[in-house]
């Protein structure tokens, strides 16, 4: 199934940006007339009519739409730390949104090497994904922040925020992430991942006392982006 | 922690081959006299002392050994049909080996568009990644053979046998992975993933009949290597 993508659908006509354009009408050789399937980045599919089929602005009147086409019972939210290597913070983000994931916030710690993340290239990798993956929500990708920071502004009851560390801390042992996920009777999920030198024990102080509860991913040591995959497919199980 | 690799151990004496020994000379700058870890990728870590530091061969004496260091407390062969583009095999190689799984065997389907793999590049990036996750056992590799073949050569008693394609079949539904593997009281498991353009139907028929259990990986639709490392990860959080 070959789907577009456009953030610009309203009152029943749904434009396609320069790149979808081509794609549709110079690769595709779509028509006007022809019937095409739309993504709204939202969670909402569109099936439409091509009305005009310029290769810089494709125009569709929109003759049905499902909601929630391609979602999953869980909202997921994933604050990884950008890996030293791009690429595995890419892949990372790539086959999370393929299992099921809803917002990314790249969040630089104390021990972060790579202090920078372009979000616009998270942004397509995430598109293509959710497209490849039959999805009609594409995660969103917030601006990097501190690890502090994302704390403080995350704050809220009735989530259940994870931190995953990987040093043993003798006041609150961490909780396996298999069973703190089963006992959670809710769907709003936070997860926190380190850089490849950990969080520092100031961020997990400030973590445990804002509420969130340390986890282990298990007995392997894991990489960053692999260890952050193992939390979205932790939660892709626990609501199968 | 940092380890060496080594094929060579035998009568209390560990020799390194060309590669390890450069890095540990001349990258590491260990000496005679240093000690060093070594992995035998069949699952024993050494403890040894240097007592030849050329760079061509260091050699050096067993001093301890632990067994089944890093292990995981299953057994799991993957046969995974060789992607299009050969990184995203690479990619899922070396994350499955993060996580935990014990057998490769490239299988080739009647829809695979990739018909060769050289078992040699990813028996390299296994032996890495369980350097770098700590493990002393490296997962074996095998050559690839058909998926018929392969189904044939595999109907062993007391195993777990999964395969997972994406078609639903009339007579023979599809179980949730989650349940089967929650349900199996074994240790034994292999899980076979098709290419691209799934299993034929002759394929999917060949093995309901030699007793592998057609499975589900949930809702999402997933590429082979996503579809793999899932797999993989509900073996690990199976057994967590």
Redesign the interface.
Known sequence: MELFFSRDIAGGICRLDQDESGHCVKVLRHRSGDEISVIDGCGTLYRCRITSDSPKGVEAAVIAQEQDW?T?PYRLHMAVCPTKNNDRYE?FAE?AC???FDELSPVIGDHSERRVLKTARVEKILVSAAK????AAVPTVNEPVSVKEFIRSHDIPGQLRLIAYCFEDGNVPRR?I?EVLNAFEGTEIIVMIGPEGDFSREEAELALKSGFIPVSL??????TE?AA??AV??A??RY?
């Open positions: 391609g999953h892949w086959k393929e299992m099921g490849q993956s039959l999805k396996n298999k298990g007995e392997s040591r894991l990489r692999t995959l193992a497919a932790a892709y199980f199968m």
